[in-house]
């Protein structure tokens, strides 16, 4: 994988770092039988009112229906594409299983069109493949972790994310987490091995603020230029630090701690993320 510079012929490709689609992407067009319409909010809830600032605008996208669940069991699938996807870091493959279903999953490094891979207890721990953490070797690396059995993947789904099944004790088996954390997770739990692809996604550089425009953000001001009946931080004569970094609402935004205290999943947890 790699990425692309731009030579400084425009301002806003001085610092601009975009990654390569060409010998990764196989398909320009998706699917259309595994995607949806995607409307977007603005910001705005059911009653038309702003409820979150600083959202608007974009291109249009549309939804891609991602297998997270991977159920299609010990059916083999061959992968027909790797495609982008506008609404994730990641890249995705398009699978065409040999029953005649299509499905799209998270494309982990080192998958090729061709490929053939499979879901369930009795399959290889290939790249690719789904299986129950009971079936992976420790020491593997895994992303698409599902966190309750039958939930479907909700850990390790980004760009370049991976972690890491380091031991098993009784009916858990012990993962490390992209975070740091370690926790324990039921062994009837599914995850797919090998590592998220698409892992330079990290040293891409928008280069200017219409990009941001472009995935629907708009600008966002800073607390401490408001005044105080708008901001805990505004306010103060000449330019002020603005004090305690908190929120509009008087959230403190360093240091304070927003998990519950008494999470029913806190004893699940081994060892707490590095920060």
């Given amino acids: 994988m790699a990425v692309r510079k731009f030579k400084p012929t425009t301002p806003g490709q001085r610092h601009k770092v975009i990654g390569v689609f060409k010998g990764q992407i196989t398909a320009t067009t998706p699917e259309k039988s595994l995607t949806v319409g995607k409307r977007s ?10 409820s979150t600032r600083y959202r608007g605008g974009g291109h249009k996208r549309k939804l891609r229906l991602i297998d997270f669940k991977r159920i299609n069991d010990n059916v083999p699938a061959t992968v027909k594409s790797i495609e982008y996807d506008p609404n994730r870091s990641a890249r995705i493959a398009l699978l065409y299983y040999t029953d005649g279903s299509k499905a799209y999953i998270i494309a982990p490094n080192g998958l090729e069109v061709g490929q053939v891979v499979m879901s369930g207890a009795d399959v ?80 891409e550089r928008s280069g200017k603020a219409g990009r941001s425009r472009w995935l629907g953000r708009r600008p966002h001001n800073r607390g401490v230029v408001m005044n105080p009946v708008d901001h805990p931080m505004g306010g103060g004569e000449g330019r002020q630090s603005g004090g305690h970094p908190r929120s509009r609402t008087g959230l403190y935004a360093k240091g304070l701690k927003t998990r519950s205290p008494k999470k029913h999943s806190s004893k699940y947890i081994i060892e707490r993320r590095k920060k």
């Fill in 41 to 50: 909010t603005g910001g705005r809830n059911s009653s038309g009112h702003l």
């Fill in 124 to 203: 290889a721990p290939e790249v690719g493949n789904c299986l129950p953490l009971a079936k992976i070797p420790v020491g593997t690396l895994i992303h698409c972790i599902e966190l309750r059995p039958g939930q479907g993947a909700s850990m390790a789904r980004s760009a370049g994310t991976f972690a890491q099944l380091t031991s098993r004790e009784g009916d858990y088996a012990i993962i490390k987490l992209p975070s740091g954390e370690t926790r324990k997770v039921l062994l009837t739990c599914r995850a797919t091995i090998g590592v998220v692809g698409n892992s330079d996604h990290a040293l």
